[in-house]
């Protein structure tokens, strides 16, 4: 059995700080997690991802200001997203992979989603 719920999310003023966490329920510790993001109207893309011995990975547009960590022993992953941006408002996903392989945010390798955290960027 698989769960990944997300939380976190909310609506901010541009420039202000949130930190999004995704419990994860397993048997079998994942090999790669990665957090992804849907606006409206857009595709899902994938923001950040990290594998089983903390190698990280960002999409160009959030290095700097997103980073992404795991707390292995709450089983919890989790993406602190500063300076927020308008264009950052969308639908934020945590995503979970046992493939082995380069841990990356393509959305190909991720078997398991959450429901999503909603965060609202206004200027």
């Known amino acids: 059995q698989v769960q990944l719920v997300e939380s976190g999310g909310g609506s901010v003023q541009a420039g202000e700080s949130l930190r999004l966490s995704c419990a994860a329920v397993y048997t079998y510790r994942f090999v790669c997690m990665g957090w992804f993001r849907q606006a409206p109207g857009k595709e899902r893309e994938g923001v950040a991802s990290?594998?089983?011995?903390?190698?990280?990975t960002y999409a160009d547009s959030v290095k700097g200001r997103f980073t992404i960590s795991q707390d292995n022993a709450k089983s919890t992953l989790y993406l602190q997203i500063n300076s927020l941006k308008p264009e950052d408002t969308a639908m934020y996903y945590c995503?979970?992979?046992?493939?082995?392989?380069?841990?990356?945010?393509?959305?190909?390798?991720?078997?398991?989603w959450g429901q999503g955290t909603q965060v609202t960027v206004s200027s």
């Open positions: 995503a979970a992979s046992y493939l082995r392989g380069y841990c990356n945010t393509s959305r190909r390798r991720f078997s398991y």
């Open positions: 990290v594998d089983d011995v903390g190698t990280t």
